[in-house]
């Protein structure tokens, strides 16, 4: 069974570089037809993708956060992260990792989320 | 403000059918396949429905989905107080800001 796992600093100080992983378990981050993304969740709002990124390395990003963010991949540790840059209050959020079958006009889905991390911008 | 709009809240009794409503554009849900999530209160976000209208294994088939032009419908029937959470309809935009969209989501109460 396909397991996903946030891991990282659940406080990060305004202007600084957020970071955080996610380790794939039960499945190969190498498998063709998925990507792997992030979403995010402010508290008490709605949920707001991030990006996504395949095992090769190609990536979509979310065009608001463009700027500000790089995910990456790891295939020798099942691994992909996420760096959100120059970070303000208004990033404050439970941050999800979660696998992403996506094929424009034919099928975008994400199935299994991990469980969550918050993460709290604060001096 | 959500590309895609879902009404804030839907009740309904126990037993009872309720539909949640998700409407967008051309850009997105009109040449785009909807997915659905159910969020039950402090868990992760679990997959309905994907590709309008399939069930993953294990998703009962009291929920179902639907699309028509550029809306989407959430069915869920036989309703059980388990059900009361967040709902989320999703999909790509195809625009030139090309990306993964929400719903802002929809609270189901069961009375």
């Known amino acids: 069974q396909l397991q996903l796992q946030e891991s990282g600093p659940g406080l990060v100080k305004p202007s600084e570089t957020l970071s955080l992983t996610c380790t794939v378990s039960?499945?190969?981050?190498?498998?063709?037809?998925?990507?792997w993304g992030w979403i995010r969740q402010p508290p008490g709002k709605g949920l707001e993708w991030i990006g996504s990124?395949?095992?090769?390395?190609?990536?979509y990003y979310n065009p608001s956060l463009k700027s500000r963010v790089t995910i990456s991949v790891d295939t020798s540790k099942n691994q992909f992260s996420l760096k959100l840059s120059s970070v303000t209050a208004a990033d404050t959020a439970v941050y999800y990792c979660?696998?992403?079958?996506?094929?424009?006009?034919?099928?975008?889905?994400?199935?299994?989320w991990g469980q969550g991390t918050l993460v709290t911008v604060s001096s | 403000q959500s590309v895609l709009t879902q009404p804030p809240s839907v009740s309904a009794a126990p037993g009872q059918k309720v539909t949640i409503s998700c409407s967008g554009s051309s850009s997105n849900i009109g040449n785009n396949y909807v997915s659905w999530y159910q969020q039950l209160p402090g868990t992760a976000p679990k997959l309905l429905i994907y590709?309008?209208?399939k069930r993953p294994s294990g998703i009962p088939d009291r929920f179902s989905g639907s699309k028509s032009g550029t809306s989407a419908t959430l069915g869920i029937t036989g309703l059980q107080t388990g059900d009361e959470a967040d709902y989320y309809c999703g999909t790509w935009d195809s625009s030139l800001s090309a990306d993964v969209v929400f719903g802002g989501g929809t609270k189901l109460t069961v009375l």
């Open positions: 990124i395949y095992y090769s390395g190609s990536t």
């Open positions: 979660a696998r992403h079958r996506f094929l424009e006009w034919a099928t975008n889905w994400f199935d299994p």
């Open positions: 039960g499945g190969s981050i190498s498998s063709s037809s998925y990507y």
């Open positions: 590709d309008n209208n």
